[in-house]
């Protein structure tokens, strides 16, 4: 069975400034996706990003960039220049028909 | 595009009562929808995969008599609790997706439903 471990319970960032979540994962497939959902204090999941295994190139959405390792299973999500507005909870997932996710990340955002 | 609705948002009920949760997909056709639950400050686990036209599948220790699944149309997914208990008490979260041409094994969140059993 596919695990997603997030070993970051909490982390905080100064407005402005770069910070990066971790995630790693376990798995014996070889096509998969993975994802990066937030979740601010609404509680509706939001899709950040989106990596798909087979791509060597990292996804990037904006501000939002990943680092994906996939022999070291790993991939982490770079925030840049953070907004107070990316406070929220983040979760990493593995994909594939159905999803798994880590146990979740809070972001501070500090002014 | 791809958006996903729940009904209701927020919902009490005494306790013994049986409580329907709606789950919409607004913009697209969703073959199969997603129910999941989340606890406060954890992660969302998943109850049932909902196909439509045909029986959900429910993860291992989630009592199928107890939340009944039923995805009748392409676009309607529903969450019944039977004879709920304060320990259902919880939000519920359903997805969908993806949407024809999108994102594939992309899912799509609707807002949850805040549950409480008195």
């Known amino acids: 069975a596919q695990t997603v471990t997030q070993s970051q319970p909490e982390m905080s960032v100064q407005e402005a400034e770069t910070v990066t979540l971790s995630c790693t994962y376990d798995?014996?497939?070889?096509?998969?996706?993975l994802f990066w959902y937030k979740q601010p204090p609404s509680r509706q999941m939001i899709l950040v990003i989106r990596?798909?295994?087979?791509?060597?190139q990292n996804a990037t959405e904006n501000r939002f960039s990943v680092n994906f390792q996939k022999a070291a299973k790993s991939f982490s999500l770079k925030i840049s220049d953070s907004q107070l507005g990316d406070a929220a909870m983040y979760f990493c997932?593995?994909?594939?028909?159905?999803?798994?996710f880590g146990a979740g990340t809070i972001l501070r955002v500090k002014s | 595009g791809a958006v996903v609705s729940q009904h209701p948002s927020w919902v009490i009920c005494k306790s013994g009562t049986s409580v329907k949760i709606e789950c919409r997909s607004l913009d697209f056709q969703a073959t199969t929808m997603f129910w999941y639950r989340q606890f406060p400050k954890q992660s969302l686990m998943l109850m049932a995969t909902s196909n439509e036209g045909s029986k959900a599948t429910y993860e291992q220790g989630v009592e199928k008599d107890k939340f009944l699944i039923n995805h009748a149309s392409l676009t309607l997914s529903t969450l019944t609790v039977t004879s709920a208990h304060p320990e259902d008490s919880s939000f519920y979260i359903c997805?969908?997706?993806?949407?024809?041409?999108?994102?594939?094994?992309?899912?799509?969140f609707g807002p949850g439903t805040r549950l409480t059993v008195l």
């Open positions: 798995t014996s497939e070889s096509d998969y996706y």
């Open positions: 997932a593995y994909g594939g028909n159905k999803l798994v």
């Open positions: 990596q798909e295994a087979y791509k060597q």
């Open positions: 997805s969908a997706g993806p949407p024809s041409g999108g994102l594939t094994d992309t899912q799509y």
